[in-house]
């Protein structure tokens, strides 16, 4: 899949529509500095070409991507009630009516290039996906506040992806894997 084909998906696809809209961090993965792998959770936006997400300018994970700007992300929702209503929305916009069980992983998986970009105050793109992230008016009004009072410069890390899955375990499962497994003295492929 070439960058036009992802950034169609990502702009079009019901699935992964409705997990940008919903208050899920993105796990991003990168190298640090000591050759380590390292993933944390970020507050992020999709602004129609990248996933962008910003944290402060002395934050380790800004040098370590700079360093090195080959990432993997993941946006998904778990089993049990805390996806539940996410995936009843994912399900129904693909038309699909719910089944009888809430464990289903739901996931966007991918990897990219991140740019990082050190500025002043606070970008859009964290207001923007802190305000989703938040929700309740009153939390929101605080922590914008707060967030603009504390903060002199952030950095912006763009990632453009190279790389895109997407799984619902509805319409898409993961991809099968060929392995060959000998299980008490049989061989056979999983």
């Known amino acids: ?35 380590h792998p390292r993933s944390v959770p970020v507050n992020h936006v999709w602004n129609g070409e990248a996933f962008v997400f910003a944290t402060p300018n002395l934050a380790y994970k800004v040098e370590a991507i700079a360093a090195n700007p ?63 992230m938040i929700g309740d008016d009153a939390k929101w009004a605080e922590w914008a506040r707060v967030r603009r009072a504390e903060t002199s410069g952030m950095a912006r890390i763009s990632i453009v992806p190279t790389h895109l899955v997407v799984i619902d375990f509805v319409t898409r499962f993961p991809p099968p894997v060929a392995v060959n497994v000998t299980a008490f003295g049989v061989d056979r492929a999983i």
């Open 1 to 35: 899949m070439n960058y036009a084909e992802i950034v169609h998906l990502v702009n079009t696809d019901p699935v992964i529509q409705t997990l940008l809209a919903e208050p899920i961090p993105m796990r991003i993965a990168y190298l640090g500095l000591d050759g």
């Open 70 to 132: 080959r990432v993997g992300f993941t946006i998904d929702v778990g089993a049990g009630s805390p996806g539940r209503e996410t995936r009843a929305k994912v399900w129904a916009s693909i038309g699909h009516p719910l089944p009888a069980h809430d464990f289903s992983p739901i996931a966007v998986h991918g990897r990219g290039t991140a740019t990082v970009e050190k500025t002043p105050g606070v970008p859009q793109e964290h207001i923007d996906a802190s305000r989703r």
